[in-house]
């Protein structure tokens, strides 16, 4: 099993940066595709970001590309996502998610997730 814990959620003003945290335990985490969501209230979860294991290959949603990094340390069964420019439409719940699959985007895709952490943004 996977078992997911999102850190490093705050309030941050239009334009600042935040890193939130993806800590996993699990023997075979580093063979997961680990995938970002967010949800804002009344609104569906949608992908943000995911890293796959070959070749840390990455995608971004088109509203973040450019802004958003995410990368993983396998050692620390930890992944990042590193959050730039932000903008009060970035405000959601951020959930990490994994999946033993191909580097999808659906949130039907991923088996784990964390209980997510609230990233609000200010104008």
């Known amino acids: 099993q996977v078992q997911l814990v999102e850190s490093g959620g705050g309030l941050v003003q239009a334009g600042g940066s935040l890193r939130l945290s993806c800590a996993a335990s699990g023997r075979s985490f580093s063979t997961y595709v680990v995938g970002w969501f967010r949800q804002a209230p009344g609104k569906e979860r949608e992908f943000v970001a995911g890293v796959a294991w070959i070749d840390s290959v990455t995608r971004f949603a088109d509203s973040v590309q450019g802004r958003f990094t995410i990368s993983r340390d396998n050692a620390k069964n930890v992944v990042y996502l590193q959050m730039n420019s932000l903008q009060p439409e970035d405000t959601a719940v951020y959930y990490c998610?994994?999946?033993?699959?191909?580097?999808?985007?659906?949130?039907?895709?991923?088996?784990?997730w964390g209980q997510g952490t609230q990233v609000t943004v200010s104008s």
């Open positions: 998610a994994a999946q033993s699959g191909g580097l999808r985007i659906a949130v039907s895709a991923y088996d784990y």
